[in-house]
Structures are given as structure tokens and as C-alpha cells.
């Protein structure tokens, strides 16, 4: 009849609770009893056991969880599944627990069925939540977490607030959640395997964190774990909101007076000083040297960060957020739909990308090298200087111009070293050689710092053999001429040193 609109069929989703038939809202009962064919996401579960054995026919799909490595593909079929039965007549589908708690099919109905014309209506069903929150005697409003054991990852983590983790039903994912709570906390951290809570089945067995997966008896579709929150500070070290609560407090009424005095610029000193130890860490190859450098570059950025907080200007959530939005600006390729064949499409895209990003403040500036950094290091800012000069042209076309300038340069400074020694000239002439000899480096995309780094490594590491010989010689270098300290020099390249 014209100005009906024809309605589609219906998906009722019924949650099955978190225990046994007990538990079941009388008006649940009714429906699932009146249902002649009800659709059930998987057989294990008290209540579907239950009302088979009262006549009640149930159609699961547990032998798709058989067909895929993902539960994700699994859930995706179901819903398909489920969604084509009711293109042709209304169906009931049930699923463990309450509908909207952890049931990524009832999602991905939610999200699909509009689409199809199809509408989709909840009944009943208790959260095993309530239940759970009563088995292990804890309050959420201290702070709790809802986890998914199937996907769980080390960053969802919160320690320090009482963690659930729902559809630990086998042993491959109790090991999963066991290694990735081991991330985090002590492996004999105590935690509590709940199965069918609130029912008359429930059972509650404390284990170490590290036996988690050993209880395969306590595993099932109805398996939740629950991890208390840390009480031991020093295993809250991990987390980075514990390190920005520590440096709060240094700076605090009751902190450290020297954490309380130091300002932006009295703490410049430090930062270069961290990162140098941190260079050297890392040329050393010491993983553990790394770790703790690593760790006082991070204080320099929490102190400074804390500072500005402190007069407020700007805080640690500010400069996070400063830097996720420019990674994912400057990488279209990864967090977009730009394509790249290459290191170089990329490195393109970013120099673009970051001049686009300047170009509103390029017309106050009074120079193309304006924003070199005037507090690096000489040789990393003569590096710097030059390639800014050459995006416009403004440099060799090719290494023999650069090679010509080294040798003109000594040239001068040979020149200059003859004549009457005027210091401010032989440092003149010296710096002009310098500034060629990174021109040099540059070109075969060297950084000047690290070589000559590697060049005071290597010194170091020389002279302190020859020291060593002298040593085991039982004399003083006043007893030994220079050849025969040259001598232990060349034994010593010979060694690798």
C-alpha cells in the first residue's frame, strides 16, 4: 500500500548471563524458552547446557572458531552469518554474559545491521562484572579495567587500578596474557583465576602471575582473571605516570632544593652533558650504559617540562602531543594514503612537508639560516649551515670543489703560521679549515662530529695501551723517547685499537 515502508527482519540479542540457569531473569527465560530455534555464538556455557537439557534447540557456530588463526575473522563469519539468517526471517541469537559487555559480534551487528535494513534489539542478560566485582571483594570506584584477553597489549596496562580480564579461555591465551602482564609486573605478582562467577559452579584459585597458563582445569568460556593493583612503588617504576608523580614532587613545597632552583637555562649544561654519555653509550654498544642514559635525556625533558608546568606555560601532555601530531604529519605514507618507493620519496615528503609547515613563519624571518640551532655544536652547526645553503644552490656541484677548498685552506694557514704568529689569525685560518673539512664530510654524508668522535675514541683508546705498557715496564714515561712510545702506539693499531 503506497506509504508503508517495509520494515526488515529483526536480530533479538539475548545475553545468557554470567553463571548458571539461577541466574537467568524469569522474562530471559521465557523468551529463549519460546524461541523454536535459537542461535547461540558458542555451546560453552552453564545456562545453553541447561535449557539443551529441558528440550531447548540451539544452533552454535564453535566450529568456526576451528576454521581461523583470529578471533577477529571468527566473529567477522558469525556476524555474517547471523545477519544473513535474518534477511529471511527474525532471529534470536544469544551470547554469554551481557550483550553489550565484551561481545565483539553484538558490535559488529550493531555496526552492520541498520545498514541491511535489519533491527537489532537487546534483552536481559547479567554483566558477569556485578558478579565478579562480589567473588573477589573489590570496589570499582577505586579505579578498575575491562580487558579483552584475546588482545591484550602492554600498553592498555594500568597497574596501579585493578585489572579484569575477560575471555581468558584456553591455555594459548592465558600464556599470551601471562607474557604481556609479565611486561609489566613481577612475574610472582598474585593474581586470581574466577571461573563462573556467582553461580554455583564458581571457583576462585589464587596463583602466581608466572602460573597463570598451568591451570588449564580452571579454563573455559567462562574464565576471567583478575589482577590486583601493584602496592610495592618501586613496581610502579615502569609506568611513565609514576616518573612524571616523582619529578612533580622534586620540584615540590616539600622537593629537593636543588630539583626546586634550576630554571630552562641553568639546566642547558646537563642536556648537552646527557646526551654526549649517551652518544658514547651507544658506540660502545653497552645496552645497559643506554638504558641509563636514555633514562637522564628523559629527566632533562620531564625537568624542563615540569618548569614550564610550574609557570604554567606548557606541560609533559603538551609536548607529547606536540610530537605524535608532527610524526604523523610528516608521514603520510604511514598514517595516510601517500605512496613511497623509497628513503629518498620519504625524505622528500618530509622537507616538503616541513617547509609548508614553516612557511608562515619564513616572511619574519631575517635569514634562510635563522633557525639553525645557534647552541649546537660547531661542527654539527657548520653541517647544518650547509646543507641549508645548498637547498638553494649554494654549494659545490660536486667534491672536487670541496676537496680544492681543504687544500686552499691549508694553504692560508701554512701561510699565516709562518709569518708572525698573530693568534687571532692562525685561529681564524683554522676555523676556516675546519668549516671546509665538514664541507668535505658532508658530501659523503658524514657527520663531522661523529668522526672526529670517533677519532678521540680512538685516541683514547690508544694511549691509554701505551699507559698499560708503561705500567707493566715499571718505569715512567720520562724513560722512554718518543719512538719507542710510537712503537707502542703502531703495536696497538695492529691490535685494533
Not at 642536556?271 to 652518544?279: D, P, Q
Not at 708503561?470 to 696497538?492: N, R, T
Request: glycine letters at 6%; hydrophobic letters at 40%; one cysteine or more.
Amino acid at each position: 500500500m503506497k506509504g508503508l515502508i517495509k520494515m526488515g527482519n529483526a536480530i533479538t540479542i539475548i545475553g545468557l548471563g554470567a553463571g548458571d540457569l539461577d541466574q537467568l531473569p524469569l522474562g530471559v527465560y521465557k523468551r529463549l524458552k519460546n524461541a523454536s530455534n535459537c542461535l547461540v555464538r558458542t555451546m560453552d556455557h552453564p545456562v545453553v547446557n541447561e535449557l539443551a537439557a529441558e528440550g531447548l534447540l540451539f544452533e552454535s557456530f564453535d566450529k568456526i572458531y576451528e576454521k581461523y588463526d583470529t578471533f577477529e575473522m571468527v566473529y567477522e563469519e558469525i556476524s555474517e552469518i547471523v545477519l544473513d539468517r535474518a534477511g529471511q526471517e527474525d532471529v534470536v541469537y544469544a551470547v554469554p554474559g551481557h550483550p553489550m559487555v565484551a561481545e565483539k559480534t553484538v558490535q559488529l551487528l550493531l555496526e552492520k545491521g541498520p545498514k541491511r535494513d535489519i533491527e537489532i534489539k537487546m534483552e536481559g542478560g547479567q554483566s558477569f562484572l556485578d558478579a565478579l566485582f562480589l567473588a573477589v571483594k573489590i570496589d570499582p570506584i577505586d579505579g578498575f579495567q575491562l580487558l579483552d584477553g584475546t588482545a591484550l597489549s602492554r600498553d592498555d596496562l594500568k597497574t596501579d587500578q585493578h585489572m579484569i580480564i575477560g575471555q581468558v579461555y584456553d591455555q594459548f591465551t592465558a600464556s599470551d596474557v601471562k607474557l604481556t602482564l609479565m611486561e609489566k609486573l613481577p612475574d610472582d605478582h598474585e593474581v586470581m583465576i574466577v571461573r563462573a562467577a556467582g553461580s554455583k559452579d564458581q571457583t576462585i584459585k589464587k596463583v602466581p602471575l608466572y602460573e597463570l597458563d598451568r591451570n588449564m582445569e580452571e579454563l573455559s568460556n567462562v574464565t576471567s582473571v583478575y589482577v590486583p593493583p601493584v602496592t610495592n612503588e618501586a613496581h610502579l617504576y615502569k609506568e611513565f605516570s609514576k616518573l612524571r608523580e616523582i619529578i612533580a614532587q622534586l620540584r615540590g613545597p616539600d622537593g629537593c632544593p636543588w630539583d626546586k632552583k634550576q630554571t630552562h637555562a641553568s639546566l642547558k649544561p646537563y642536556l648537552i652533558e646527557e646526551a654526549y654519555e649517551l652518544i658514547d653509550a651507544i658506540d660502545d654498544e653497552d645496552d645497559e650504559s643506554m638504558i641509563g642514559e636514555l633514562g637522564d635525556v628523559l629527566l632533562q625533558v620531564l625537568l624542563h617540562s615540569q618548569i614550564a608546568e610550574d609557570e604554567g606555560m606548557f606541560t609533559i601532555d603538551d609536548v607529547v602531543e606536540e610530537i605524535s601530531a608532527k610524526m604523523v604529519r610528516r608521514h603520510p605514507h604511514v598514517f595516510g594514503d601517500v605512496k613511497v618507493s623509497g628513503t629518498e620519496d620519504v625524505l622528500k615528503n618530509w622537507q616538503e612537508i616541513k617547509a609548508e609547515e614553516k612557511l608562515g613563519k619564513e616572511s619574519n624571518k631575517k635569514s634562510l639560516l635563522y633557525d639553525v640551532g645557534k647552541s649546537l655544536p660547531s661542527l654539527i652547526r657548520g653541517h647544518e649551515l650547509q646543507k641549508r645553503a645548498a637547498k638553494v644552490g649554494f654549494d659545490w656541484p660536486d667534491i672536487e670543489g670541496a676537496l680544492e677548498k681543504v687544500k686552499e685552506e691549508v694553504a692560508e694557514l701554512e701561510i699565516e703560521l709562518k709569518m708572525d704568529h698573530n693568534i687571532e689569525k692562525i685561529k681564524n685560518e683554522l676555523g676556516d679549515l675546519f668549516f671546509a673539512l665538514v664541507n668535505v664530510a658532508r658530501f659523503y654524508g658524514i657527520q663531522a662530529e661523529e668522526a672526529m668522535n670517533a677519532t678521540n675514541r680512538k685516541f683514547y683508546n690508544r694511549f691509554t695501551y701505551i699507559e698499560n705498557r708503561v705500567k707493566q715496564s715499571g718505569k715512567s714515561f720520562d724513560d722512554f723517547s718518543l719512538d719507542q712510545l710510537d712503537q707502542w702506539w703502531e703495536e696497538a693499531k695492529t691490535k685494533g685499537y
